[in-house]
């Protein structure tokens, strides 16, 4: 009944009795079948009203959303298609924008063959010059999807709000569309307020004591601003209204955005933490130091570092300096004296900069034996001179336990803004400086040179190519034959790399020199150099050649796999092929620092397994000696820099023949490298060196080559033999 007086009302309402105002009207009317036509395709469903607010024209949009006729909805008839719970709402709205003929959005629902869904409802009037209204037109745009997303939303904020309740955790809620504040019961307890206080920031405002009140106050201001940041968080003291007695609050805030970058919402969460205050100072000192040295870590080092480039950048004509510290022969420390004397050397070296540096310079560990310093507001020149002082005083021995240590850095330096934009770059370029000190001035202080990251590119560019080389399957052994001095027949092959380029040709191991002592690249390398010399030991007996020993050399990145021993001897039994045909070339670098017992443990499995074991570059290291006697050792390789002056330089040729002494006691087969005379040749026969290679017997060759040198050797000599080293006990 009282749905039925309301149609009546509006359907009843006088009409405009104007002529201009007729004339008007038909105007319109002739607009509207244009405007009518015009947006029949339109996906909302458009209509027209007259002045008094009955419906003229719908669109056909209309009968394909509700199912209902489009004749039915004129004048008031559209009612029947509302929810009975909206049409109060709905028709309120309505008589409002009449009297006002203020333009309208209201959202309700309508009825639908599939059940009622939301639409939002737009209108405008059209009015004469003299603001008389002649006509209304409108939308209606199916906004159901969005209704129950809000719906859902609000519903997981409700359970947000009761989760963080049970947990004792407050929430200020700011609406800034509405301009709505909305406190939860536990945040007023938390400050002391009554149930029913107002959620006014001033009122927070005046709890928080004098020096934190800024910090608050600027986000305050900050939400009328829009300040663009998304996240916040603070902590503030303040006295509780209720006792004063004094807490600490940390909040936790979201600001969330409309798509039009406009403020919606702010959330903040609020936790009193008075008793977890000093815990958490703990726990973050903890975070942002190292334990074994007290020094700033890593993550603040990059943080502090941030920070002194920034107070650079405000100042005029400042520098800074960046020093990377690396503790010389910290590992062999570690290794040779134990860990508490490493960790002692560390503890040194960190309180030596700070003393050294000041307090004025943020020392810092980066982990393991890496240091690093800022120094600010010094000129280049008077930097450099606090550091090298720095590393002076490291110098002075360290005793342990009645052992003495040697306490040594070396330090690469970089300055800002000269040698990097930024951080990162102002560590890599420090770094770079580093790395080429240690290489060529251990001990000692480097700086930064642009020369260095072209360095740096080629060893980058140089794993690049390593790894294209291994992927690929570029990589193609070259042979140099190994001879017997007594009769000249061939006793082997050392199998050396070189890899395919496409344009270049045929290219040597010193085009990637820098992949051999990178871990993964070194050992791709050797899976195919492996692949390839058992493909050609396999190729040639198919041919039916009589093989002889192939070398093959294993860089040390190659023996941090504990795979080793079960791949060289998997791949020998997937060809076929007798362990005896394989030697393994080391250099005594394999021996050196943790690990050792397990390089042993390896070589002692070839070795059994009947794989030979050669020693290259003997002569050449600190501990050749010991390896002789520690390690099954088969073979030893006499460096080629010994056997090139053996005639003229005196020194070279009493090595040679102290090694060919104790090789012949020890039972262990020598080989001369590089020789390339027959003078040569001929005083290393004379003092009973058994095998040689070098130039005067063959270059490097391909496998073609080399298979060829075999029938060569096969057919005019007799077949090579395979020899294996003399036994030892």
Excluded at 277 to 297: F, I, K, M, S
Excluded at 298 to 310: G, H, M, T, V
Excluded at 337 to 363: C, K
Excluded at 461 to 472: E, K, P, T, Y
Aim: aromatic share 6%.
């Amino acid at each position: 009944m009282q749905r039925s007086r309301m149609k009546h009302s509006i359907a009843c309402a006088p009409p405009a009795t104007s002529g201009s105002l007729l004339d008007a009207l038909a105007a319109a009317q002739h607009e509207a079948d244009h405007f009518r036509t015009s947006v029949e395709m339109a996906r909302h469903i458009s209509w027209s009203a007259d002045a008094n607010g009955a419906i003229r024209t719908v669109s056909a949009r209309w009968t394909e959303v509700t199912g209902i006729d489009v004749a039915k909805a004129l004048d008031s008839g559209w009612l029947d298609a509302l929810h009975p719970d909206d049409v109060e709402r709905t028709l309120q709205i309505w008589h409002r924008a009449l009297e006002t003929a203020a333009s309208t959005d209201v959202d309700y629902r309508l009825y639908t063959p599939c059940g009622y869904r939301w639409f939002r409802a737009c209108a405008s009037p059209r009015c004469d010059r003299d603001g008389a209204v002649l006509a209304w037109f409108g939308t209606l745009e199916d906004i159901d999807d969005r209704k129950r997303a809000e719906t859902a939303l609000q519903a997981s904020e409700e359970r947000f709000r009761m989760a963080a309740e049970a947990a004792g955790i407050g929430i200020w809620d700011y609406d800034a569309l509405r301009g709505k504040r909305l406190w939860s019961d536990v945040f007023r307890a938390m400050l002391g307020l009554a149930a029913d206080a107002p959620a006014e920031p001033a009122t927070a405002l005046a709890l928080v004591v004098p020096e934190d009140r800024p910090i608050l106050q600027q986000l305050v201001d900050s939400i009328g601003h829009g300040d663009t940041h998304p996240r916040f968080e603070l902590t503030v003291r303040i006295h509780r209204a209720n006792d004063g007695a004094l807490r600490w609050m940390q909040t936790s805030g979201w600001r969330v955005k409309a798509a039009n970058g406009r403020m919606e919402r702010i959330l903040v969460t609020v936790r009193d933490v008075t008793e977890q205050l000093t815990a958490e100072q703990r726990v973050r000192w903890a975070a942002e130091h190292d334990p074994l040295t007290g020094l700033v870590n890593r993550a603040a080092f990059n943080r502090l570092l941030e920070d002194a480039i920034e107070r650079t950048t405000r100042a005029t004509d400042a520098v800074l300096t960046l020093a990377l510290f690396d503790v010389d022969h910290l590992k062999e420390t570690n290794d040779t004296v134990g860990h508490e004397a490493g960790d002692l050397l560390l503890r040194t070296v960190a309180e030596r900069l700070v003393d050294a540096l000041g307090s004025d310079a943020v020392v810092a560990r980066l982990g393991g034996d890496e240091f690093a310093a800022i120094v600010e507001d010094a000129p280049d020149a008077l930097a450099e001179d606090r550091l090298r002082s720095a590393l002076r005083a490291l110098r002075e021995p360290v005793v342990i336990d009645s052992i003495t240590l040697d306490c040594q850095a070396t330090a690469g330096i970089a300055s800002y803004p000269r040698d990097g934009r930024g951080g990162r770059d102002l560590l890599k370029t420090a770094d770079l400086a580093l790395y080429d000190g240690k290489a060529s001035a251990r001990g000692d202080l480097s700086r930064f040179r642009p020369e260095m990251r072209a360095n740096m590119q080629r060893r980058t560019s140089m794993l690049s190519v390593a790894r294209m080389i291994a992927r690929d399957d570029r990589v193609m052994p070259f042979y140099q034959p190994k001879v017997r001095l007594s009769d000249g027949t061939l006793s082997g092959f050392e199998a050396l790399l070189r890899w395919r380029h496409d344009t270049l040709g045929v290219q040597g191991p010193d085009t990637i020199a820098a992949a051999f002592d990178d871990l993964t690249a070194a050992i791709s390398l050797g899976e195919r150099m492996l692949e390839r010399v058992c493909a050609d030991l396999a190729r040639w007996r198919d041919q039916g050649l009589v093989l002889t020993r192939v070398a093959l050399n294993l860089s040390p990145a190659e023996f941090r796999r504990d795979d080793l021993f079960d791949r060289i001897m998997g791949q020998l039994h997937r060809h076929d092929l007798p362990a005896e045909l394989l030697e393994l070339e080391v250099t005594e670098t394999v021996f050196l620092g943790r690990g050792a017992d397990s390089v042993g443990d390896t070589l002692a499995a070839f070795h059994r397994a009947g794989v030979t074991v050669a020693l290259d570059d003997f002569g050449t290291g600190y501990a050749s000696l010991k390896h002789l006697r520690e390690y099954p050792v088969d073979v030893i390789k006499i460096d080629r820099s010994f056997v090139a002056d053996l005639l003229t330089d005196p020194g070279d040729a009493a090595i040679v023949q102290a090694v060919l002494g104790l090789a012949n006691q020890l039972g262990i087969a020598v080989v001369a490298e590089g020789v390339e005379t027959a003078e040569q040749a001929a005083y290393l026969l004379a003092r009973d060196c058994e095998l040689a290679q070098g130039y005067l017997f063959g270059r490097p060759m391909p496998a073609d080559d080399a298979g060829a040198l075999l029938a060569a050797a096969a057919s005019t000599i007799g077949a090579p033999r395979c020899d294996r080293p003399r036994s030892r006990t």
